[in-house]
């Protein structure tokens, strides 16, 4: 069955860095090239927010301003992994990590980060 996978997540330091991973199984993600492939977050008693999108087929990203300067959305060179680099961590940035295919609205479960001192 098709779904997305994220990986990646973890504890950080505040100051610290992560990078998320998010593939399709079943499929490659170049599929999903030209509608794009977000990365949302939620907090507990918050709502989910957008925080990156990349549409590589036309190479566009957009970023939350909270995040903007500190992650980057990207993609390798075969267009099989998504990956989110989350520098420069503070505790605010803790949440579920989602990605999601914009195109089929499929979601990964979802990887955990936290960050504390």
């Known amino acids: 069955q098709v779904q997305l996978v994220e990986s990646g997540g973890g504890l950080a330091r505040p100051g610290g860095s992560l990078r998320l991973s998010c593939a399709a199984s079943?499929?490659?993600?170049?599929?999903?090239?030209?509608?794009?492939v977000e990365w949302y977050r939620q907090a507990p008693g918050k709502q989910r927010e957008l925080v990156a999108r990349?549409?590589?087929?036309?190479?566009?990203?957009f970023y939350a301003d909270s995040v903007k300067g500190r992650f980057t959305i990207s993609t390798d060179n075969n267009m099989e992994t998504v990956y989110l680099q989350m520098n420069s961590l503070k505790p605010e940035d803790s949440a579920v990590y989602y990605c999601?295919?914009?195109?089929?609205?499929?979601w990964g479960r979802g990887t955990q980060v936290t960050v504390s001192a």
């Open positions: 990349i549409q590589w087929s036309e190479t566009t990203t």
């Open positions: 079943g499929i490659s993600m170049a599929v999903f090239s030209i509608y794009g």
């Open positions: 999601h295919a914009r195109s089929t609205d499929w």
